[in-house]
């Protein structure tokens, strides 16, 4: 068989094969001017294979790991095509942080090109927001509910949309924004792109692929529930009350940005003053939280002020933070899948990360159901200054069988989602195409 030479005649299989570039991707040279300025210079795979797609105009599912750089796999095509067309760009997100975030990433590209943008965000005047809006941008960045008040009193003509992203798609649909998302979308015009993007893919992803998109090109990096690669993970099974004790003897091990999870806003609220207490800056990020409030603590925790930043899954979505050295789940989440998205808030961009959980001796079955999800074993670890618990005998029969009916009779196996997918795919035929 022979070898392929290249123009110098060395093997190209002998040579060491480049990196890969934003060259080569269909990418505008005046954005690959933009993208060398702001350092972008290696793209991630899901921008590897999401971009040159989008810019040829498919609608396009992106599942991909969270911290992939999911954002400029859209936000590339979305200014690439506006810069070429008439219409609004749209985009969807789930929280007021995250939205807040892909309108700088947005901004970055859009200001050589004179095109201005809009944040419509909960918890923000509305005035102001309306004066945005009458300046003409191309680009909306909107959460949902904020979206339609806008609609509602036609400060946003839903018709001029040519260009459709739902981000953290799932997280949308987890956080009971599905009749939103299905009431805009309504009013949006048919001929339009559409891409959603997700670290996983609920049935409900599914439907509104099968529903509101035209043959979607699926983008899969990593399977669903799939954990970044360079992050290390381990879990101490511990008792609810020694758990405080616990946490500030981690917090004396690890000296870099620390974000921690709580399950709900009243424990995050204890956890922060028992943080403050031991003596370590700490700020807290939940719904109950005003957007001045939540802007201050990411802000403080992006900045260094603080050491430790306790949120709840609803705000999770919008900590986009480089550095995070380390994720604690104080609390393991209800959904299993949320543990993915948790733990993905470090080891971003190609760091490392560790991620360290902590699970009550009744808890064997939350821990068997992200097992089965992340498809691997947690590592139990266990630290000198504290006793080593162990899973409860009954907790341990609860969750083997749960295990055990849902190898026979439960729609969620450990290939879940992508089982699901693959059912998908066979329903619509050769309609849904895989790249």
């Not at 392929?4 to 954005?31: C, H, M, Q, R, V």
């Not at 306790?310 to 999770?316: E, Q």
Request: hydrophobic residues 40%; charged residues 25%.
């Amino acid at each position: 068989m022979p070898y392929k030479l290249d123009a110098t005649n060395s093997l190209l299989g002998k040579e060491k094969k480049p990196a890969p570039d934003f060259y080569g991707l269909s990418i505008a040279p005046k954005i690959l001017d933009i993208l060398e300025r702001i350092k972008f210079t290696i793209p991630t795979p899901i921008q590897l294979k999401a971009i040159p797609l989008a810019i040829q105009g498919n609608d396009i599912v992106g599942i991909a790991q969270t911290g992939t750089g999911k954002t400029h796999s859209f936000a590339i095509p979305m200014v690439q095509h506006l810069a070429q067309k008439k219409g609004l760009g749209l985009v969807l997100a789930p929280t007021r942080e995250l939205a807040i975030q892909i309108d700088e990433a947005f901004q970055d590209l859009t200001r050589a090109f004179g095109m201005k943008t809009a944040c419509l965000i909960g918890g923000a005047p509305m005035d102001a927001q309306v004066q945005a809006l009458r300046r003409n941008p191309r680009v909306i960045i909107a959460t949902p509910g904020r979206l339609i008040d806008h609609m509602s009193k036609w400060n946003v003509l839903p018709n001029e949309v040519v260009m459709l992203v739902l981000d953290e798609a799932d997280r949308m649909l987890d956080m009971g924004f599905a009749p939103q998302i299905d009431k805009i979308l309504r009013f949006l015009p048919k001929e339009r792109q559409t891409m959603l993007f997700s670290a996983t893919i609920p049935k409900e992803i599914m439907a509104i692929a099968s529903k509101y998109m035209k043959l979607p090109l699926s983008v899969e990096i990593a399977p669903s529930g799939t954990t970044a690669e360079q992050i290390t993970q381990e879990m101490y099974i511990v008792k609810k009350d020694s758990k405080h004790q616990l946490l500030n003897k981690i917090l004396a091990q690890y000296h870099g940005a620390i974000l921690l999870f709580s399950r709900t806003k009243y424990n995050a609220r204890k956890i922060v003053r028992s943080i403050r207490d031991a003596g370590y800056s700490a700020a807290e990020i939940h719904s109950n939280r005003s957007l001045n409030q939540r802007r201050e603590a990411l802000d403080g925790f992006k900045s260094g002020r603080y050491k430790v930043l306790v949120a709840t899954d609803i705000a999770a979505r919008g900590i986009d933070v480089t550095g995070i050295e380390l994720v604690i789940n104080y609390d393991l989440p209800e959904d299993a899948q949320n543990y993915v998205h948790r733990i993905g808030r470090t080891g971003r961009a190609g760091h490392k990360g560790h991620a360290i959980s902590f699970a009550t001796p009744d808890q064997a079955r939350d821990v068997r159901d992200i097992e089965k999800l992340i498809r691997t074993t947690l590592p139990i670890a266990k630290h000198p200054g504290l006793a080593m618990e162990q899973f409860s005998q009954s907790s341990h029969e609860s969750a083997h069988s749960s295990s055990h009916q849902s190898s026979r009779h439960s729609s969620r196996p450990s290939s879940d989602s992508r089982s699901k997918y693959s059912h998908f795919q066979k329903q619509r035929s050769n309609k849904f195409r895989r790249f």
